[in-house]
């Protein structure tokens, strides 16, 4: 700690040879690496993009540790099949809603002035089930990102898979699935 008090004197010190003797104060902006000056020294030195990067890890995770999902009991059995088996699911259901949302997106493009002779008001209902089947795709995408880095750093399964479905992004996630489920059951 008197080690890191002297490395700032001394930068002190250079800026006063800088900027002359009568200089007050010096700025020192660190290099991105420099890993004497943490983001907790300087905290109203975080920039936007770091101030993004923290709210998007906030969304996507929790703190919580007991979290009593069924994916958190599934990890907890057997954590290698699962993750290949939550991996490939969310993989599938991603790539689903994209082509979902492709499939509405040009029908729509195709046939918007047929779909205003209909009795049931069509356009609504498929831009309604487009945006709920995209607000779905980037919370899956983030999950199997998430797992395939868990995998290969090593690191704990549970803890990620509990700390994942403890998020808002994954309640989110979750109503935007049964309005979802919903939606359909009242167009059909």
Excluded at 58 to 87: C, Q, W, Y
Excluded at 123 to 146: D, G
Aim: net charge negative.
């Amino acid at each position: 700690e008197e080690e890191e008090e002297e490395e700032e004197e001394e930068e002190f010190d250079v800026g006063r040879r800088m900027f002359g003797r009568d200089t007050e104060y010096a700025v020192y902006l660190p290099w991105p690496n420099d890993s004497r000056h943490s983001q907790t020294k300087h905290p109203s030195a975080r920039g936007p993009w770091q101030m993004l990067t923290e709210g998007v890890d906030a969304f996507f995770s929790s703190k919580t540790e007991n979290h009593d999902d069924p994916l958190v009991h599934m990890i907890r059995r057997d954590p290698s099949t699962a993750s290949r088996f939550l991996g490939a699911l969310m993989v599938c259901s991603g790539v689903g809603n994209v082509i979902v949302c492709i499939a509405c997106i040009l029908y729509l493009l195709v046939f918007w002035h047929r779909c205003a002779v209909c009795e049931r008001p069509l356009r609504l209902w498929l831009l309604v089930h487009t945006l709920l089947q995209l607000a779905q795709i980037p919370v899956r995408l983030v999950f199997y990102m998430k797992l395939r880095r868990v995998r290969s750093v090593g690191r704990s399964l549970v803890t990620c898979v509990a700390s994942f479905t403890a998020s808002p992004a994954w309640t989110i996630n979750k109503a935007a699935a049964l309005a979802s489920y919903g939606w359909i059951i009242i167009g059909i």
